[in-house]
């Protein structure tokens, strides 16, 4: 296809493709062992299977959560958000059972610190700007990816350094204004246009998206990047215990 980079007969074992756009990617006749497909991942067909559905229904399976934060119903996002907030207040919990974990890396991903950090900015930026409409600077602290733009000018600040208690703390007051604000929330409130300020401050895309929509996207965060950071925890008491 026009435009479409081609890999003949070479040699990619070991590599690691990351925040890569592989869409319509073809792989023919390539073997593939032990390897590993983490990210946003739709109709994929293995050896003319499509597993996708498979995939999901595991990590339903797995994440039960998951089905709640999927539904329109209020009672059930209200739920979702309180499950949520346990699982990190136990991970969290597990942290600090040792000090200095909470900003150990795995494969160059976030730490425990940056990843709530990270959640920090989601809430400002995908419930308070997109659910409420709030126009006021992001929290300083929080970390925004790398494709936020003027990041300075919305309130971040790129020198923060806040420890593991400061960052619990604004995520608290976080949480506790997410739950607040479902124990009221409809389902034609959910249903209706997301409020967005009419500038040009993140998310931009967000634009045209409902309530719930940009809600579903602050409860999806907080439950994949706790996959994430349980995920890499386990790897580093592994590596510990060796």
Same mark, same amino acid.
């Given at each position: 296809? $026009?435009?479409?980079?081609?890999? %003949?007969?070479?040699?990619?074992?070991?590599?690691?493709?990351?925040?890569?756009?592989?869409?319509?990617?073809?792989?023919?006749? !390539?073997?593939?062992?032990?390897?590993?497909?983490?990210?946003?991942?739709?109709?994929?067909?293995?050896?003319?299977?499509?597993?996708?559905?498979?995939?999901?229904?595991?990590?339903?399976?797995?994440?039960?959560?998951?089905?709640?934060?999927?539904?329109?119903?209020?009672?059930?996002?209200?739920?979702?958000?309180?499950? +949520?907030?346990?699982?990190?207040?136990?991970?969290?919990?597990?942290?600090?059972?040792?000090?200095? !974990?909470?900003?150990?890396?795995?494969?160059?991903?976030?730490?425990?610190?940056?990843?709530?950090?990270?959640?920090?900015?989601?809430?400002? %930026?995908?419930?308070?700007?997109?659910?409420?409409?709030? %126009?006021?600077?992001?929290?300083?602290?929080?970390?925004?990816?790398?494709?936020?733009?003027?990041?300075?000018?919305?309130?971040?600040?790129?020198?923060?350094?806040?420890?593991?208690?400061?960052?619990?703390? !604004?995520?608290?007051?976080?949480?506790?204004?997410?739950?607040?604000? +479902?124990?009221?929330?409809?389902?034609?409130? #959910?249903?209706? $246009?997301?409020?967005?300020?009419?500038?040009?401050?993140?998310?931009?895309?967000?634009?045209?998206?409902?309530?719930?929509?940009? #809600?579903?996207?602050?409860?999806?965060?907080?439950?994949?990047?706790?996959?994430?950071?349980?995920?890499?925890?386990? #790897? !580093?008491?592994?590596?510990?215990?060796?």
């Amino acid at each position: 296809m $026009p435009g479409m980079r081609r890999f %003949s007969d070479e040699d990619l074992s070991g590599a690691e493709f990351r925040e890569c756009d592989l869409s319509e990617a073809r792989l023919v006749g !390539v073997v593939m062992q032990d390897a590993v497909i983490d990210g946003l991942v739709t109709n994929l067909v293995v050896n003319g299977v499509e597993v996708t559905a498979y995939v999901e229904e595991v990590l339903d399976q797995r994440h039960p959560v998951r089905l709640l934060i999927r539904s329109d119903d209020p009672d059930d996002l209200r739920r979702g958000a309180r499950q +949520l907030r346990a699982d990190w207040a136990a991970t969290v919990a597990r942290v600090r059972q040792t000090p200095g !974990v909470e900003h150990a890396t795995v494969d160059d991903e976030w730490s425990t610190v940056q990843t709530l950090r990270h959640l920090v900015f989601v809430h400002d %930026s995908w419930f308070r700007r997109c659910c409420l409409g709030s %126009s006021e600077p992001f929290t300083p602290m929080g970390l925004g990816i790398e494709d936020v733009p003027d990041r300075e000018a919305q309130g971040l600040d790129p020198t923060a350094d806040p420890t593991l208690g400061e960052v619990v703390a !604004v995520r608290d007051e976080q949480a506790a204004e997410l739950e607040q604000w +479902l124990e009221s929330v409809t389902a034609d409130r #959910l249903a209706a $246009p997301a409020p967005i300020p009419d500038d040009d401050r993140w998310p931009p895309y967000a634009r045209g998206r409902s309530v719930a929509q940009c #809600l579903r996207t602050v409860l999806t965060e907080e439950h994949e990047h706790h996959r994430f950071c349980v995920r890499d925890l386990d #790897l !580093v008491e592994a590596s510990a215990a060796q």
